[in-house]
């Protein structure tokens, strides 16, 4: 059993290797700064989630200071690659969308990748992806301490 949970840790500090790679060479290609890519890696799953985030939230998600927060968003929005948008009733409040063009330049670079991984996928019963699920949410939750 020992073997086995190192084989785990090791593959996954193996995957967590190649996803970073993956994303620095995404990151190169479109100039951006790896905290820009983590910023709209953030944006994306809070949308996907249906609680888009506040710039404040966006920099406590980072660590970042309210300047570079702000820095990292001006970036972005630049870039095409986020939008502010005012839509509460509350028009102080701001919340950060992603951009189109950002997010078909993403689609075209990662879809090779999500096709890859759909395939993975498909040879797991919803059980054993389920039993996954559960594992990878209990890491991260142990990577967060």
């Known amino acids: 059993m020992d073997d086995l949970r190192a084989d785990v840790v090791d593959l996954l500090r193996l995957y967590s290797i190649e996803a970073q790679r993956v994303a620095h060479e995404f990151a190169n290609q479109q100039g951006l700064h790896f905290t820009d890519l983590q910023a709209l890696i953030a944006v994306m799953h809070a949308e996907r989630r249906g609680t888009p985030l506040t710039p404040g939230r966006l920099g406590e ?6 300047g570079a927060t702000t820095a990292v968003i001006d970036r972005l929005e630049r870039a095409g690659h ?3 948008t005012r839509e509460s009733a509350d028009r102080r409040v701001v919340h950060l969308r992603y951009g ?14 999500g096709a890859r991984s759909q395939a993975v996928m ?13 594992f990878l949410t209990g890491m991260l939750g142990a990577i967060k301490g």
């Open 61 to 66: 998600t980072l660590a970042l200071s309210s």
């Open 82 to 84: 986020l939008r502010r």
């Open 100 to 113: 189109e063009p950002g997010m078909e330049l993403a689609a075209a670079f990662f879809r090779p990748l």
């Open 122 to 134: 498909e040879g797991f019963s919803p059980e054993e992806l389920e039993t996954v699920r559960r």
